[in-house]
């Protein structure tokens, strides 16, 4: 079987010839591996439709050739065709003792919209500056900046051979809070006092994204991935709650899973940190078919053994090895003795890939992926 | 309910307006400004403060009732006597260095002042040099360091090695907390504590300072 066929008879919830072993090396790892400044991987200048950089997925491929581990690529997306004249953020790169910092200035009729973000040569970029400082005034603009419907993307994903069969190729869209995290400027706690100091607002902001959201998830159905990934680590259960899932990401994840369905894709959640309150929910109330990472204490609070018999019926597990804590200072002995566990409680029948509980630190011993491949192949045969 | 229950319970629901009216209320009828801010607005905290250490309730709505306590503390505060708000302590909190997170910083700043603490906020994204200017400026007895990142809670072991560096280390604890944060992690850098969540960091903040002659 190729890395694709392997997993996608996990996400069926099939056998495959052996566990899929996927370790979530983004972004840190594949970059580390380059031995070049980070921001040369993220600033490259090519043209390029996902959330980061050419060279970076290129580097993200690499990595998954150098561990022998099975890819899953979530660097791609669909190039929006915008209005003539729409208004644009414009970049201007500035060095200084860190790295380079990237700073982006929008003109709209209504006024300026700025963002800053800063790229360093060893840890992944930053936002330090987000578009949307006051609320109402800066939201207007970004809606011109946005479109307020009528969006319109092109219909292939033109990076998607870069994975080819070493993987599966992943369109991405992220879920309310994440979108609302990524523009707002400030913290978590900046967005959770918009959500209770501005409700009647936030509905509408809600109501607008919802809709764009929708547009994006069809677009993309549409291009045929592998999967669609509902990115929703800021829906966290460490940093958010169920009343907030249930009101601002659960109409979304049904209607987003039901328009993959539909369409033949793969209904796919990433929530890490604590969600097993909400792995429940999702199972129960949606038509999600994976879902992931399951995060274990002390990052999460899911025990893998506990879903795959709650929820393995539903869902495909992606999970679940504790990053900063375990995979950073285990041995790889100790690795051997968590993977085959994780093995024994839950790839019977399919349906489990193994993996970490998040992204792996930069810092992460090679031995301890390598390790993590080994016991997928040798213990993890079907 | 007499009126200092209904503050506790207005704060447990997260109503400001009702705190407020109801500090203000509570004042006219000539309560004490301490009874007020004790059995009223830190005694409704106090029981959030569980409800979240046991799951029972999450960060956004303990960021709303944390609002709620502000309003009231912020009438209550200028009218308590010099001696009724003696501090127990100081503490110097920050996100360190490259981290923008605040929201667990800020919900330990908060649980720490209503429990009496007065706390130094320097803020997310915080160098380890911005650390010590704080500490040589504040002369605390607790630096509380929070990240939410991994790549950015290497930062933390710089915090500590640099105040062992200025001589500093014995008379200053550290603790550490966030989401890749662990009790193993703390090890490794010689914290002197991990708190899990922001009642625990309040609870810890008391132990290590019961420990510290002349601050509790």
């Keep these: 079987m190729t890395s694709k066929e392997r997993l996608m008879a996990a996400f069926h919830r099939k056998k495959a010839d052996h566990v899929p072993v996927c370790p979530d090396i983004s972004v840190m790892v594949p970059a580390k591996l380059t031995g070049r400044p980070f921001y040369e991987l993220f600033l490259d200048g090519r043209e390029h439709n996902g959330w980061t950089s050419a060279t970076y997925s290129e580097t993200y491929v690499e990595a998954v050739k150098h561990f022998g581990m099975d890819g899953w690529y979530i660097y791609g997306g669909l190039k929006e065709i915008r209005p003539p004249g729409a208004p644009e953020f414009v970049d201007t790169i500035v060095d200084n003792s860190e790295g380079k910092l990237v700073k982006r200035i929008c003109t709209t009729p209504l006024g300026e919209l700025t963002e800053d973000e800063m790229y360093f040569a060893d840890e992944p970029p930053w936002r330090e500056g987000k578009p949307i400082k006051n609320l109402k005034e800066d939201f207007a603009r970004f809606q011109l900046w946005m479109g307020k419907g009528g969006w319109k993307w092109e219909k292939e994903f033109k990076d998607r051979s870069r994975i080819g069969d070493h993987g599966v190729y992943v369109a991405m869209i992220p879920v309310f809070q994440d979108w609302w995290f990524h523009y707002r400027h400030g913290g978590f706690e900046r967005c959770f006092m918009d959500f209770h100091e501005e409700k009647e607002f936030m509905d509408g902001v809600h109501e607008f994204w919802m809709e764009w959201a929708l547009e994006y998830v069809r677009a993309l159905v549409e291009a045929k991935p592998d999967e669609l990934m509902l990115g929703g680590s800021s829906a966290s259960l460490s940093i958010s709650s169920p009343a907030v899932f249930r009101k601002y990401e659960l109409p979304f994840i049904q209607k987003a899973a039901k328009i993959c369905k539909k369409g033949g894709v793969i209904p796919h959640l990433h929530i890490c940190g604590r969600s097993w309150e909400l792995v429940q929910i999702v199972a129960s109330e949606t038509e999600v078919e994976v879902m992931e990472p399951m995060e274990e204490p002390p990052g999460g609070n899911v025990d893998i053994a506990e879903a795959k018999r709650r929820v393995g019926d539903k869902l495909c597990i992606k999970g679940n090895i504790n990053t900063f804590d375990f995979m950073m200072n285990a041995t790889p002995q100790q690795v051997e003795e968590k993977c085959k566990r994780l093995i024994d409680d839950a790839a019977a029948d399919g349906g489990f890939v193994l993996s970490t509980g998040d992204q792996c630190g930069r810092d992460t011993p090679h031995a301890n992926l390598f390790k993590m491949v080994e016991v997928a192949k040798t213990y993890g045969k079907y | ?216």
């Design chain 2, 1 to 216: 309910m007499d009126l200092i229950q209904e503050i506790a319970a207005n704060v447990q629901e997260g109503y400001p307006e009702r705190v407020k009216k109801g500090v203000e209320k509570a004042l006219a009828g000539g309560l004490l400004p301490h009874d007020i801010l004790q059995k009223g607005l830190i005694a409704g905290m106090n029981v959030v403060a569980e409800k979240f250490k046991s799951g029972q309730m999450f960060l956004p709505e303990v960021l709303n009732v944390a609002g709620a306590m502000k309003a009231g503390m912020a009438i209550v505060k200028p009218l308590l006597t010099k001696e009724s708000i003696k501090s127990r302590g100081k503490v110097i909190i920050g996100t360190v260095r490259g981290d923008m997170h605040d929201i667990g910083k800020n919900l330990v700043a908060i649980m720490l002042e209503a429990a009496g603490f007065e706390v130094v906020d320097l803020g997310t994204d915080v160098r380890t040099d911005k650390f010590m200017e704080a500490v040589e400026r504040e002369n605390p007895q607790i630096v509380a360091l929070s990240a939410l990142l991994t790549t950015t809670m290497i930062h933390m072991g710089g915090v500590i090695e640099a105040l062992e560096k200025k001589q500093m280390r014995d008379k200053i604890k550290v603790i550490v907390g966030g989401a890749p944060i662990s009790q193993n992690y703390a090890n490794q850098i010689k914290a002197d504590g991990y708190a899990r969540d922001a009642s625990m960091a309040v609870d810890l903040v008391r132990r290590l300072l019961n420990h510290t002659a002349g601050t509790a």
